[in-house]
């Protein structure tokens, strides 16, 4: 069974930093294509960025220079640093596994940023 479970959600002000964790079991981690989206509520599902199985990475714009996604093939986790975060970056941050045209879904984890 496929699972991936995102940690490390919650409560921060403007300005400061939060990391996401997504820990997988059922795949094998190494060679999917592993990927952050974020939904804020009433708008869609959008991708932060992506990082491949050699490790490498690219982000949308927004997130350039303020979030940085690594992964930790040993231990089957994908990670999101998010720093300098805004208000607008409030949303549900779901963690994806993506293989061809196979691709798997986290729960989400719910990030606030308010003061």
């Known amino acids: 069974q496929v699972q991936l479970v995102e940690s490390g959600g919650g409560l921060v002000q403007p300005g400061g930093s939060l990391r996401l964790s997504c820990a997988a079991s059922g795949i094998s981690f190494g060679i999917y294509v592993m990927s952050w989206y974020r939904q804020a509520p009433g708008k869609q599902r959008e991708l932060v960025g992506s990082?491949?199985?050699?490790?490498?990475?690219n982000y949308s714009d927004s997130e350039k220079g303020r979030f940085t996604i690594s992964r930790d093939n040993a231990k089957n986790t994908v990670y999101l640093q998010m720093n300098s975060l805004k208000p607008e970056d409030t949303a549900v941050y779901y963690c994806n596994a993506r293989r061809v045209l196979i691709q798997y879904w986290g729960q989400g984890a719910q990030v606030t940023v308010s003061s």
């Open positions: 990082i491949t199985s050699s490790g490498s990475t």
